[in-house]
């Protein structure tokens, strides 16, 4: 499986990058909880060995903001919230003030995940997406930042793997 986003030479690795994958979406929440909401991904590749994820910011992250965003993505990890979907129009799940990646084309009807308490209804991310998911956030394993770099003006690189 190869989607130019995730790559999987069979079951085995399909079940890592899934995982990857999913804590792609938390990571995200996690930069922007942190850093704010002018953050936005700026690309993305997930292989069995790790994730990467680019993102809009303009300066080196401090030791201290990373582990705030390895904690907060392994808080949500261990709460063991349900990773479900809707499926909803575009401009809809727009609305729904989703998390989308700018440079990618969507169908008209699209699935909308999120990875929330379904006891308390708090939401931990909630982006547009297509690919494959968890159903809970504890089978992602405990996320840890490996690499934290530019690779341009304005964009940084985060490589993560789960444990």
């Given at each position: 499986?190869?989607?130019?986003?995730?790559?999987?030479?069979?079951?085995?690795?399909?079940?890592?990058?899934?995982?990857?994958?999913?804590?792609?979406?938390?990571?995200?929440s996690?930069?922007?909880?942190?850093?704010?909401?002018?953050?936005?991904?700026?690309?993305?590749?997930?292989?069995?060995?790790?994730?990467?994820?680019?993102?809009t910011?303009?300066?080196?992250?401090t030791?201290?903001?990373i582990?705030?965003?390895?904690?907060?993505?392994?808080?949500v990890v261990?709460?063991?919230?349900?990773?479900?979907?809707?499926?909803?129009?575009?401009?809809?799940?727009?609305?729904t003030?989703a998390?989308?990646?700018?440079?990618?084309?969507?169908?008209?009807?699209?699935?909308v995940?999120?990875?929330?308490?379904?006891?308390?209804?708090?939401?931990?991310?909630?982006?547009?997406?297509?690919?494959p998911?968890?159903?809970?956030?504890?089978?992602?394993?405990?996320?840890?930042?490996?690499?934290?770099?530019?690779?341009?003006?304005?964009?940084?690189?985060?490589r993560?793997?789960?444990?």
């Amino acid at each position: 499986m190869d989607t130019g986003e995730l790559k999987a030479a069979n079951e085995e690795e399909l079940k890592i990058v899934t995982r990857l994958h999913t804590a792609t979406h938390l990571l995200q929440s996690a930069l922007r909880k942190t850093l704010g909401d002018t953050v936005h991904q700026a690309g993305s590749d997930i292989t069995a060995e790790r994730l990467r994820f680019d993102f809009t910011f303009d300066r080196k992250l401090t030791p201290e903001e990373i582990k705030e965003i390895e904690d907060w993505v392994n808080m949500v990890v261990q709460k063991d919230v349900s990773m479900g979907y809707k499926e909803m129009p575009y401009e809809e799940a727009i609305k729904t003030g989703a998390l989308y990646f700018e440079k990618e084309k969507y169908p008209a009807v699209v699935k909308v995940y999120s990875a929330a308490d379904l006891k308390t209804g708090e939401v931990f991310s909630k982006e547009l997406c297509g690919g494959p998911h968890v159903s809970r956030t504890s089978e992602l394993g405990r996320f840890k930042i490996t690499k934290e770099e530019s690779v341009g003006a304005g964009v940084r690189r985060i490589r993560a793997i789960v444990e």
